[in-house]
């Protein structure tokens, strides 16, 4: 990851978290439901580690948890 978008992957990590646990699911189930570890989604959840993730994984996720992928790339 280029650190000039570590910003930007906070930012989506906060979004990740937001809508999963409005969708009620815990960090194992929805690693459970996109083929990765809970560690994984952790990473990627946590604001103080930069965790890239690409499109692939980017669009199960937003299929699982029933948002738009723009949703997700929408940044303040």
Do not use: C, W
């Not at 952790?42 to 890239?52: F, T």
Request: glycine share 4%; net charge negative.
């Amino acid at each position: 990851m280029k650190p000039a978008y570590a910003s930007e992957y906070l930012q989506l990590g906060l979004k990740i978290a937001y809508y999963r646990k409005l969708r009620g699911l815990t960090q194992e189930q929805l690693a459970e439901k996109i083929d990765r570890t809970p560690a994984f989604i952790g990473h990627v959840e946590a604001p103080n580690i930069e965790k890239a993730i690409s499109l692939d994984t980017l669009f199960d996720i937003a299929t699982v948890l029933d948002v738009p992928p723009y949703k997700f790339l929408m940044f303040d």
